[in-house]
């Protein structure tokens, strides 16, 4: 494969994001798009064109018919109508009579709309300068190629974080996370991880651990270790305004704070109570942040999440002041209907105001840049700081880290995961599409919280979401503290959980192989069908995905559904498992298939000319039980088959696996 004719054109002044990799030259033509004179982008669109790209934000994998926006922001709230999440990937797959991709590098805001206003335009607007990569190839992998090409090769993470990682806000202590363990361990059912949310520290406060919860993190960690669970804290990017913190009185003594106008810490409410902002867009703030997680990697700790990095702000001290001032301005008046909600709104509208963004400003190599220029990148700023810390730190290990935020340009260092979806039906076949989305930017390593984040689980669709969940890199099942318990034990049907959680540790070997050949190949470890197929019912279907060109799933994402509609654009073998050893199978034709699915089993789709390699799974406790060496393989006739499997032991931290392929028949 050659490299694709990458075309280069500038707008302005951009400010440098770090994301695109390679040298290419200037171009004073773009095809396909009008540049009009404030530098929007625009394009018309034949009826049958799709777009694909923009990362795991609102809406389906076909992006046309929406208006979105790059703009990070935490919003809890993920529902139709949003525009924006809390990742900026400026990746767009325009996939018509024209095929071409482009990407659009600018931490600022930019908008969308993608037929939105005029269905068949496009216009893409962005708020300041921006360097635009556009290029051709002959099919979708190859375009997506381009943008790594372009912006390097994705983050691999250790063997051990493709296992399962059981979390929830609201484990608040070493018992909690003991008796997670245990039911986990007594039910048979392997996990990896646990994750740590906010109750491990002191207040909230980064890089501390609460004495009082964990006497002696160090040795619970090495217990933890002697079972073969990593534990994995999180990380919020605000650090608490606490005079009496090491921490923080570094941070204000150095600077390393964004400011207000006047050049004050900007102040702001994050989960601790009042915060200053590191500014990682000023390197040395950054790499004196990513210093602080020798506290935890001391303690043993390989394993971080990075949250909180939009970043997520509750409210600003200043805006909180004048709402406290104005709120007394409603006492003892007769409220009517403009009143009472301009009331109710004075609280409601301090959260996450895009306002806040234009009240403080970064230092970079002594410029003062406001907030909002550099939004997209600030928390790929803090976790990219991370990584090269962690790198420091651990010479010789590969380590597991993932963040919120992100920008591309971050999946060459950390994973993602999607933020805080809900138990919703909808947002486990959502989930579909982010996953593919995520991958085309170059998140190969990225996951929805299975169960859903808010909301209250039930036991059908936590089966349902880890039948799609056991696919994903990032296998993580968490929940919000106060909603219902959501471990898998946790619904009755122990047997159907079980074997489907047996069934990931059987594929482990599978995953991990495909995982490492999207990322050394420039492509993609999820893709939908059209990236496979040519034919053009394959186009249009957003809830199957392949996994590598061989294997094909397709969750039930109804309630009380018993099965589900399937497409096949050629005739495939259908596995229907219910654990690694126990499942029927049938040869189905090319065409649409109604197949019946009951709760615990999951639909696993083979090509011709493909196997699904599998370990043996009984005793497996964890990735580290997983014997790479001892696989058998399904298959879809008696045909030999060749399989390409990679088996690096999974944690070292040089990064050229290709040595590690080897070629396996069955
Ligand atoms: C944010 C995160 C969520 C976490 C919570 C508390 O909402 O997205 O995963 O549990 O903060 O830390």
Redesign the pocket.
């Known amino acids: 494969m050659t490299d694709p004719n990458i075309r280069k054109f500038t707008f302005g002044k951009p400010f440098p994001t770090g994301a695109v990799i390679r040298d290419v030259p200037e171009t004073a033509h773009l095809p396909y798009l009008t540049v009009s004179e404030d530098g929007s982008l625009s394009m018309s669109l034949a009826p049958e064109t799709i777009l694909y790209g923009l990362g795991p934000t609102v809406r389906g994998l076909n992006k046309r018919g929406w208006l979105y926006e790059s703009a990070n922001r935490?919003d809890?709230q993920h529902t139709e109508e949003k525009h924006a999440l809390?990742g900026s990937h400026n990746f767009l797959i325009v996939d018509g009579p024209a095929r071409f991709a482009l990407f659009l590098d600018t931490p600022g805001w930019v908008v969308w709309d993608l037929g939105y206003t005029d269905s068949d335009r496009i216009s893409i607007t962005a708020d300041d300068g921006f360097t635009l990569y556009l290029w051709e190839a002959e099919t979708l992998p190859e375009l997506v190629r381009g943008l790594r090409v372009l912006t390097g090769a994705p983050y691999v993470p250790p063997l051990w974080a493709f296992g399962f990682n059981q979390?929830?806000?609201g484990y608040r202590d070493e018992n909690d996370l003991r008796e997670v363990i245990r039911r986990y361990r007594e039910l048979d059912m392997p996990l990896d991880m646990v994750s740590l949310?906010?109750d491990y520290m002191e207040g909230c406060r980064d890089f501390t651990v609460s004495r009082e919860r964990f006497p002696d993190f160090a040795d619970f960690n090495r217990e933890l270790a002697g079972e073969g669970i990593h534990m994995v804290p999180?990380v919020?990017a605000a650090l608490k305004a606490d005079e009496a913190w090491p921490v923080y009185r570094e941070c204000l003594e150095k600077g390393f704070f964004c400011r207000k106008e006047d050049g004050s810490p900007f102040f702001v409410g994050v989960?601790p109570g009042k915060c200053v902002l590191p500014d990682f867009a000023d390197p040395e703030a950054a790499a004196w942040f990513g210093r602080q997680y020798r506290a935890l990697t001391d303690a043993g700790v390989r394993g971080f999440?990075n949250?909180?990095n939009e970043p997520?702000i509750f409210y600003s001290e200043d805006c909180l002041r004048e709402v406290f001032e104005k709120i007394r301005t409603f006492q003892d008046r007769d409220l009517d209907l403009d009143s009472f909600f301009e009331m109710r709104n004075l609280f409601g509208s301090l959260s996450h105001r895009d306002a806040y963004l234009r009240d403080y400003f970064h230092t970079v190599g002594g410029e003062r840049i406001r907030g909002d220029k550099l939004r997209n990148i600030y928390g790929t700023r803090m976790t990219e700081a991370a990584a090269k810390a962690l790198k420091e730190q651990l010479p010789d290990e590969r380590v597991l880290l993932f963040s919120?935020s992100s920008y591309i340009g971050l999946h060459r260092s950390a994973g993602i995961?999607y933020?805080?979806n809900r138990s919703w039906w909808s947002h486990l076949k959502w989930n579909v599409a982010q996953a593919a989305a995520a991958g085309m930017s170059g998140f190969l390593y990225s996951g929805a919280?299975i169960g859903g984040?808010g909301g209250d689980a039930t036991g059908d669709l936590a089966l349902r979401w880890l039948a799609f969940g056991i696919f994903s890199p990032l296998f993580r099942n968490?929940?919000?503290?106060g909603s219902r318990p959501q471990e898998f034990w946790r619904f009755g049907r122990e047997e159907a959980f079980r074997g489907v959680l047996k069934l990931r540790y059987a594929l482990l070997p599978f995953i991990y192989s495909e995982f490492v050949k999207a990322a050394l190949s420039g492509g993609m470890y999820f893709l939908p069908l059209s990236f496979v197929f040519s034919d053009a019912r394959s186009r249009r279907v957003e809830d199957q995905l392949m996994i590598g060109e061989g294997v094909m799933t397709a969750p039930v994402c109804e309630q009380n559904a018993d099965g589900r509609f399937v497409y096949l654009p050629e005739p495939m073998r259908l596995f229907r498992m219910r654990s690694p050893k126990d499942f029927d199978t049938e040869l189905l034709p090319a065409g649409d298939h109604f197949l019946s699915c009951t709760l615990n089993e999951v639909l696993v789709f083979l090509r011709k000319g493909y196997c699904l390699p599998l370990a043996e799974t009984d005793g497996v406790r964890n990735s580290r039980d997983v014997d790479f060496s001892r696989l058998s393989a399904l298959k879809y006739d008696e045909a030999p088959v060749s399989y390409t499997l990679y088996d690096d032991g999974g944690v070292r931290s040089e990064l050229s696996l290709e040595k590690y392929g080897r070629t396996l028949v069955f």
């Open positions: 935490d809890s809390y979390s929830r806000w949310d906010l999180i919020d989960w999440w949250d909180m997520a919120r995961w933020g805080d919280d984040f968490h929940s919000i503290r």
